[in-house]
């Protein structure tokens, strides 16, 4: 079953933003494969369809979102402690971009619903609500 990222609080199909069906990100509802963004193969973001090496965007360690195919800590654009999304390598509480609970996306630190900025329906590696 595919899971979807949502646009704010709303679970209506209309505010599909998003769509994972366990390999691949689609922009929208559709799985067409024309509508493919991403393919994720547990460590490396690839760009559209294709798994060639050339391909790489990202690569994802489980703690740090690496800028390309390297895991040279000079190219950690992110950090994920299981609950917060830092800037960078630090977790010092005044690089927390977002933070994360089973079923919300929120701007900053604060899980006030009024910072919810994406709804997260299904199974989906966390990590794609950062580079979207």
């Known amino acids: 079953m595919a899971a979807h990222i ?3 609080q ?3 199909s209309s505010n599909i933003l998003f769509t994972w069906d366990g390999k691949h990100l689609f922009n929208g509802n ?3 494969s ?3 963004l991403y393919t994720f193969d547990g460590e490396y973001i690839f760009k559209g369809n294709s798994t060639n090496s050339s391909n790489v965007i990202f690569t994802f ?3 740090y979102l690496y800028e390309g195919k390297s895991t040279n800590s000079s190219k950690i654009l992110n950090t994920f402690d ?3 999304i830092l800037k960078g390598k630090s977790t010092n509480s005044s690089n927390i971009l977002f933070t994360l609970d089973s079923t919300y996306l929120y ?3 604060s899980t006030n619903s009024s910072n919810i ?3 997260i329906s299904g199974n989906i590696p966390r990590l794609f609500l950062i580079i979207l």
Do not use: A, F, L, P
């Open 82 to 84: 299981g609950e917060y």
């Open 30 to 32: 559709s799985t067409n």
């Open 107 to 109: 701007k900053g630190k």
């Open 6 to 8: 949502y646009k704010g």
């Open 10 to 12: 709303s679970t209506n």
């Open 61 to 63: 360690d489980g703690e």
């Open 117 to 119: 900025i994406r709804t």
């Open 34 to 36: 024309s509508n493919i």
